[in-house]
């Protein structure tokens, strides 16, 4: 696990530093050291937002036994997008003063982390009975969660229309890579998502146990219905920090893992690693793309990152799903 942990890190960081030298007029080593930090910050701020996708993929495909499963199927991004975009109202705005901490008001990334955990937080109580966790009642309520979400946003965005200090809803439904974050945010979500990270690592080896039937993991000695628990709430809280300070960016919790596999196999143990380096080095490069694109013209201006995992990740979708379709009509033919 140290061995593939090292050299994670070391893939990432080699990306990491190709990102470093892309900007929107140029290609090279950035020549001050006010560019150096600006580039640094982004590069910084995707990866993390990257990597927390990427592991919470890992996780949710593992407990619900679904390779199609990604990080936003319980509702996570449409509860963060809504709250933020609520938070913009003049109501809500009076009660972020209320809310204020230390002289101040509750920030818009707060209001779309507390959207996620209620978003989050409601698929777990009505998909639960008798305090069991079922793997497609989850996927059930989280598909209906996510259309009740979306349905609201759409419209309060319909009757209030655009606000003036809005910046417009495409950020909110699509996600990008903010550079107005203060330090205390993008410190509070990297310590959430290094932390959750750490202790998916730690249940790692009991999340191969839950691609098995429940009575064959609990005959292994894994607690299946405890586990699910917990890997569903550290994992809904690391996707809960990525989105509150990024917005929903789309499939890079659906295509790292399954990269991964192809690199290391289906151990989680290996498997996480290796994913959240993917996540991070994707989504660090999405963002340069996205500077590139801009500086050539291509573009007229910078577009959300998330427009192009979003264009990424459509073809790789369908490319799975019709995978899936012909290992199904495979294992017909031989059993017929």
Known sequence: MLATVLASVALWAVVAAACMMVS??????????????????????SSLVGAALAAAGVTYQAILR???ADPYLLGISSGAALFAYLWRLPAFAAVAGALALSGQAASQQAFAFLGAIVAVACVLVLSSRNGRLEPVTLLLVGVIVNALNGSI??????????????????????GGIQTSLTIEQKLVATIIIAVGWIALLAISGQLNAAALQDAEAEALGVRIQRLRWLALIIASLVTASAVAISGPIGFIGLICPHLARLLVGVDQRKLLPVATALGAALLASADAASRRLAGQGLA??????????SLLGGPFFLLLLFQSRRRIDLSEGRSS
């Open 24 to 45: 929107s007029v140029s290609v090279g080593w950035p020549a001050t050291r006010e560019i150096f930090q600006l580039r640094r910050e982004v590069v910084l701020l």
């Open 66 to 68: 679904n390779p199609l």
């Open 153 to 174: 946003f759409l419209l309060v965005y319909s009757l209030v229309g655009t606000l003036p200090s809005s910046g417009g809803a495409l950020t909110l439904l699509v």
């Open 300 to 309: 007229q201006t910078l577009l959300p990152v998330g427009v192009l995992t």
